[in-house]
């Protein structure tokens, strides 16, 4: 037990400055095999140290002690306990030992899961979340489980708050994957499908080894995302995508890119006959919403033709050449769309005639030009972004061993061409 | 005999012309046209001579589907092989025929058997002869007894084996009269079996030949060269073609075309595929071409027509002439598509120049209901030929008029969020093969 007192003595005389705390860390590191021992015996520890202040502690104990298996009762207790910790834990301290929060926090998402209460995982691992990430650019591990959270629970608001962060840097690709499938997910839920799909189509076009799950499955959604969003899809990859992904995912997806096929007719009865003849694919795939919303998408895509075409048409010639069974129908899309600002129209119910009007956007206003502002500003960082990171490839020891040795040998007169072949 | 025959053909034509030139060009719009009529197959067939003449009266023949032109064209046929040496094809008329025009005409086996028996005797001579030629080493009668095997086949109908003597023949020519001479047979042998892409590549080696070539003959490689385009549907390049025929060709090449085809291929390419600067310049104003124009009235008719914005009569023409065309034995198969075109065609002229078009006026230019018009408006705009928009409660053809500042806008706004999204992407894609490439490094140590 002087052991214990001890330790509760020494984690609460190191807590104060940087220094301390890297002394506490190592004395920690040390005894970590001692407190699993005596894991069933800490929990009272907990109750003399304050998760704010002495949060590095706090830390080790918490994880010690809750390393073993958990009881159903106890879970709750768990939950509470960790949620707490979490939510008024001081940042910098928890950093020294991130491996040890990583697991503390998967830890209380299983925990979460098996209670089978997701909601109250998100708001906690969101604090956790901020708290591990050194800036908001950087990818932890936390992100996927963050996410899966999130979708379990439908806030998806909360989990788009996350997603608006964009994201460089990578520790682990599975996490970016998890991260990104996820996120298109949550994308498509608040129908945001243009950053579905860009989140998509990283996972697709990510550089990998062998093909995985959660690549096919991201696919089969691009593909249904795509012709949501764009209407078309394209069955070319781009030409950056690995080899693995260009050879393998299309034969995974079949009664997808069968659906394209047809999309691309133009013509509904045949889009549904694709879509009820592979049903009970897109049914254990779960996208069936999603092929709905294909469809339905397809008659708004008709009548956006039409715009182009005509100036005035009466809803019975939209029902007729968009192959909707009536006019009243045709009054509903053309009014959804107008709601949603697809198109430009007004509906003359007593001819009932559709009017269909160009784009009143005239760029000439102020949030206009504060739009083209931002956006230039925003190019302007991501391409200096982009040299900086140039930059520092090539002063990339192991980037430059590498281009020296591809190169056969150096001759004196090869000095001078070095340069250009770095600025690739 | 065939001399005469060609002239009768000819004066034929000439009172075609005559009958149009006595007429004034209002008038003209309205009179009814003569081609319209059942094709006379006689005057027809008078125009060309040699296996083609067999080949267009049997496709005639198959295609037609009226009885009574089908036994005239097969008469004819069967009088045209009895004339030459080609039995196989004999045979299979005498089937076609079946004992339909009476006992004159029926399975004459003694004149098969005969010319079947001479036909050996005289490959065995060739071969024979042939056979000295090589052993004697002499380059010109080698290639004469190539080009006489050449003959033998062509004349038996045996294509393939003439087409690869045709073309041996090409090792032992010391001229480049020689050259040219094997191209036009190759070329000839070609068209027959339908290997359009032989044609345009013998064409191309007569056309490089150094010596210059005398106009016939440049006149012929031109037709021959149209019709390869043709068959690969570039109309564009075949239109050109048929216009840079030269008027010497006359009735010099009736073994594969006949200037009134060489008009009517021609033009109909060109107002498939030229626009309205390119007509004028090249075929309205073509003095060359005008000679061609004059032997068949009513395609020169329509073309004016086209020109100066007479639809209705110029479609009207077309829609005449279609049942005649759909019997040649070249065109039959892009009928259709030219036909497309030019009324497409046609429809974007008629927009072109005004800002607000009435539907009603314009059904009644080309002849059609306003419905069927707003179809294929829709379809025009729809594909980007047209940019206008319709109005189909007021029945109005709007045109519609890109705006400059607004498009530049949408498009600046548009490539920069590309832009956005593809740093973006580029920069993940690098950290992700710089991690792998760590981890690999790590590994390694």
């Avoid at chain 1, 159903?72 to 939510?87: I, T, Y």
């Avoid at chain 2, 009814?32 to 296996?51: C, H, K, M, N, V």
């Avoid at chain 2, 295609?63 to 005239?72: A, D, F, I, N, R």
């Avoid at chain 2, 890109?402 to 740093?423: I, K, M, Y």
């Amino acid at each position: 037990m002087s052991s214990a007192e001890s330790l509760v003595a020494q984690i609460q005389g190191l807590s104060g400055n940087l220094a301390d705390l890297t002394q506490l860390r190592n004395y920690l590191k040390q005894s970590d095999d001692s407190l699993r021992v005596e894991s069933t015996r800490l929990a009272p520890l907990l109750n003399e140290l304050d998760p704010s202040l002495h949060s590095l502690g706090y830390l080790y104990v918490l994880e010690a002690c809750t390393s073993g298996p958990i009881a159903k009762e106890q879970a709750n207790e768990f939950v509470l306990l960790v949620a707490r910790f979490l939510n008024v834990c001081s940042a910098e301290q928890i950093r020294l030992a991130p491996d040890k929060f990583i697991s503390l926090c998967k830890r209380f998402k299983d925990q979460v899961m098996l209670l089978e209460d997701p909601m109250r995982g998100v708001a906690p691992m969101l604090a956790a979340l901020r708290k591990l990430q050194t800036s908001t650019e950087q990818l932890t591990t936390l992100h996927p489980d963050f996410l899966l959270l999130c979708l379990l629970s439908k806030c998806y608001k909360t989990g788009l708050s996350i997603l608006e962060d964009d994201i460089f840097e990578v520790d682990q690709p599975r996490d970016l994957f998890l991260y990104c499938y996820y996120g298109g997910m949550i994308c498509i839920g608040q129908k945001q499908f243009r950053k579905a799909l860009e989140l998509l189509h990283n996972v697709v076009t990510a550089p990998m080894p062998i093909i995985s799950a959660i690549a096919v499955e991201a696919y089969k959604k691009y593909i249904l995302v795509s012709l949501i969003h764009l209407g078309q899809f394209s069955t070319s990859f781009p030409k950056y995508t690995s080899s693995a992904a260009q050879r393998n995912l299309k034969n995974f997806s079949q009664p997808y890119l069968e659906l394209v096929n047809s999309y691309s007719n133009g013509k509904v009865s045949e889009l549904e006959m694709c879509v009820q003849t592979n049903k009970d694919k897109f049914e254990t795939d779960k996208n069936l919403g999603l092929v709905k919303q294909v469809v339905s998408s397809m008659y708004k895509r008709n009548i956006q033709r039409l715009t182009q075409t005509y100036l005035t048409l009466s809803l019975q010639d939209i029902a007729n050449t968009v192959q909707l069974s009536s006019p009243k129908e045709a009054e509903m899309h053309v009014l959804q769309m107008i709601q949603e600002g697809e198109i430009y129209a007004t509906i003359n119910q007593k001819d009932g005639m559709v009017r269909f009007l160009e784009d009143p956007e005239q760029y000439k206003t102020c949030e206009m030009i504060e739009r083209i502002d931002s956006s230039i500003q925003r190019i302007m960082m991501l391409s200096k972004k982009l040299t900086t990171m140039n930059e520092t490839m090539s002063c990339d020891p192991s980037y430059l061993g590498k281009v020296g040795r591809e190169r056969q040998r150096f001759d004196f007169d090869d000095f001078d061409t070095v340069p250009s072949k770095f600025n690739i | 005999m065939e001399a005469e025959e060609d002239a009768a053909g000819t004066i034929i034509e000439d009172d075609e012309i005559y009958v149009n030139g006595g007429e004034d060009g209002e008038s003209q719009r309205h009179r009814p046209i003569i081609s319209g009529e059942q094709l006379d197959i006689e005057a027809y067939a008078a125009l060309y001579t040699g296996r083609t003449k067999i080949s267009r009266l049997l496709f005639i023949a198959e295609k037609c589907g009226v009885p009574s032109m089908q036994l005239e064209a097969l008469r004819m046929a069967y009088d045209e092989i009895k004339k030459g040496e080609n039995t196989q094809l004999f045979r299979e008329v005498i089937a076609k025929i079946d004992g339909r025009l009476g006992p004159d005409y029926g399975p004459d086996n003694a004149w098969a058997d005969a010319v079947d028996r001479r036909a050996e005797l005289r490959k065995e001579k060739l071969e024979n002869e042939l056979n000295a030629y090589r052993t004697n080493l002499i380059k010109e009668s080698i290639r004469m007894g190539y080009n006489d095997f050449g003959d033998f086949y062509y004349a038996h109908g045996q294509l393939g084996e003439a087409f690869k003597n045709y073309v041996r023949t090409r090792d032992y020519c010391t001229t480049s009269k020689h050259i040219i001479h094997m191209c036009l047979n190759a070329i000839l042998v070609s068209i027959e079996m339908g290997q359009f892409q032989h044609v345009a590549s013998y064409v191309g080696k007569a056309e490089q030949s150094q010596d210059a070539l005398d106009p016939v003959t440049i006149a012929k490689l031109r037709c021959a060269a149209g019709l390869a385009h043709l068959e690969g549907k570039k109309y564009k390049l075949a239109a050109r073609k048929f216009l840079e025929t030269g008027p010497e060709l006359g009735n010099n090449y009736t073994e594969v075309i006949a200037p009134q085809d060489v008009a009517t291929y021609g033009s109909l390419c060109a107002l498939a595929s030229f626009d309205r600067a390119e007509l004028k310049s090249k075929v309205i104003d073509n003095i060359n071409f005008r000679n061609f124009l004059e032997l068949v009235p009513e395609i020169r008719e329509l073309i004016n027509d086209f020109y100066t914005s007479h639809y209705a009569s110029c479609l009207e023409y077309l829609g005449n002439l279609k049942a005649n065309l759909l019997l040649d034995i070249h065109l039959h198969d892009h009928v259709e598509t030219l036909y497309e075109q030019i009324r497409s065609k046609a429809l974007i002229q008629y927009t072109l120049p005004f800002v607000s078009v009435d539907l009603h006026m314009m059904a009644n230019a080309f002849n059609t209901s306003v419905t069927g018009l707003e179809k294929e408006l829709e379809a025009l705009i729809t594909n980007d030929q047209i940019q206008a928009r319709i109005d189909s409660h007021n029945k109005i053809l709007y045109a519609r008029h890109a705006d400059q500042r607004n498009g530049t806008f949408q498009r600046v706004l548009q490539t920069g969020s590309e832009f956005d999204r593809e740093v973006r992407a580029m920069l993940l894609r690098a950290n992700l093969i710089k991690h792998d490439y760590n981890l690999k490094a790590s590994r390694k140590h």
